[in-house]
Structure formats: structure tokens, C-alpha cells
């Protein structure tokens, strides 16, 4: 069987992964005059959701690429935890546990409020856009009219993720629609257009999630420098594609020896960073099983120029 992923690629901004990113210094949220206490509770719980979030990430990689192995898989992790932490507002007993254990939440040691209030701070911070980078994400329910919902989800919806909850009237599916796609198509400034393709009259309800991120390289590419060249499918199966060529560019690379891979850190202007992690020939699957919080960990504290 064919695998069509010799590159995994980490964008750790758009996964919410970035402890630098969540320890803030005004947790927890909404209190104009945080205490030292709660400052040092509010790091604590912000850095359990980016663990979280990494243990998340990668046992939901893992169990796609089990049921689709000869497919490239894209997916964001962080979208799909905030919708359902979004919809877990509406949940109770067994259904809200198994939501959060589901994102690998340590119920035990992190109460619901404090995980929606990380997801608020999370959120928050990635929305601060700047003339550097530019990123705007969020959910957006939208509920067949006939049914109501009740205030207290709509006000916890709106303050802790920023989220709208829309009466539609899905009878009327090209309305709803419409409805749907022109509101994906604001939020992402045009770029996605056609989200919803196809809507069923018996629909009673649509969760969307959307991300817009635009950063420059901090080292920007010349397209000049563009050329066809072989990209290959499997060891015998390739195709020809446009490649990116540098003869000399610096940055955060290591060899991982113990995985055979070599992982290098791309930098965007305004604090934000990918990881691409490259296997050696035939060493995809011993690298996938090693996807691990403690293995990324591991890889950003040895990157070096």
C-alpha cells in the first residue's frame, strides 16, 4: 500500500501548541487586577491546554492516517478542539466527560470552568492580530430556527470563544447555505468561499469552524527560484511538481539520529513558527509512532542554527 506523506509538517501557531504562546501574563481572565495567585494559576492551566492540545493533535493524527493510509492527511487541531470544547457547553454528565477526556483533558486535576477559561485566553491571544501576522479563528453554530437555545449557552458561547449561535432556516437550503458561506467567507477575508456545498432539508444544526492566518517568511523566498522537480509518491511512483530551491538560508535545524528524521524550524515575522520533520527513506511509520508531546518537546529544545 502506498503512503503518500514523506513530510509532516507542525504548524505550531494554528495548533495552539506554543507554550510561549499561552503563558500570558493576565490570567485568568476578566479581572482588571489579577493577584500573584492567580496569575500562577492561570500559567498552570494555560500550559495544561497546550499539553492537552499536543496529546490531542497527535492521537487524532494517528488514528487518520490508520483510516487512510494512502491519503495525505491536513487537519487542525486546535480548530477542532475549540469547536467541540465550544459545543461542550451545552453538554452534561456523560456526554461533556467523554468531550473532554476525547481532548485528553485531565478532569482530575483541571476543572471544566478553567479549561473554557484557557480556551478564552488561547483564543484571545491568537486573535491579537498586527501589521505582521494576521490570524482570525473561531466557531459559529448555526441552529435550525424551530429550535431555541437556551441564554446561558448563548452568553457563555459569545464571552469564553467569541462564537455566534445563528436561528436558520435550513427548509430553505439554498438560504441556509448562503447564509453559512457568505459569514465563512467574511471571517476569512474572501479566502474560503464554498464551504458548505451541499445542505440537507432534514439538517438541524451546522458547527463551523474557520482560520485565516497570513505572516511573511522572516527570510522571504524569491519565486524566481522555483523549478520543476521529481516529488515522490511512493518508491516508485512520482510526479513532477514546482520545488522550492535555497543554496543558503539559516535556520533552527536538528538531526534526529534515534528517529532517523531531520526536523528544521521555519520562522513567520510576528512570532509565529512551523516545524517540518523529514524521515529517512522507509523510517515514515517508526516516526509517526514516536508523535508524542515529549518527542516534539524533545525536538524544539534541540533545534540549533
Known sequence: MERMLPLLALGLLVAGLCPAVLCHPNSP????????????????????????????????????????PDKNV????????????????????????????????????????????????????????????????????????QLSLLDRFTEDAKRLYGSEAFATDFQDSAAAKKLINDYVKNRTRGKITDLIKDLDSQ?????????????????????????????????????????????????????????SCTVVELKYTGNASALFILPDQDKMEEVEAMLLPETLKRWRDSLEF
Open 29 to 68: 481572565l476578566d479581572e482588571e487586577n489579577p493577584t500573584q495567585e492567580n496569575q500562577d494559576r492561570g500559567t498552570h492551566v494555560d500550559l495544561g491546554l497546550a499539553s492537552a492540545n499536543v496529546d490531542f493533535a497527535f492521537s487524532l493524527y494517528k488514528q487518520l492516517v490508520l483510516k487512510a
Open 74 to 145: 491536513i487537519f487542525s487541531p486546535l480548530s477542532i478542539s475549540t469547536a467541540l470544547a465550544f459545543l461542550s457547553l451545552g453538554a452534561h454528565n456523560t456526554t461533556l466527560t467523554e468531550i473532554l477526556k476525547g481532548l485528553k483533558f485531565n478532569l482530575t486535576e483541571t476543572s471544566e470552568a478553567e479549561i473554557h477559561q484557557s480556551f478564552q485566553h488561547l483564543l484571545r491571544t491568537l486573535n491579537q492580530s498586527s501589521d505582521e501576522l494576521q490570524l482570525n479563528m473561531g466557531n459559529a453554530m448555526f441552529v435550525e430556527e
Open 203 to 259: 439538517t438541524m444544526m451546522v458547527l463551523v469552524n474557520y482560520i485565516f492566518f497570513k505572516a511573511k517568511w522572516e527570510m522571504p523566498f524569491d519565486p524566481q527560484d522555483t523549478h520543476q522537480s521529481r516529488f515522490y509518491l511512493s518508491e516508485k511512483k512520482w510526479v513532477m511538481v514546482p520545488m522550492m530551491s535555497l543554496h543558503h538560508l539559516t535556520i533552527p535545524y536538528f538531526r534526529d539520529e534515534e528517529l
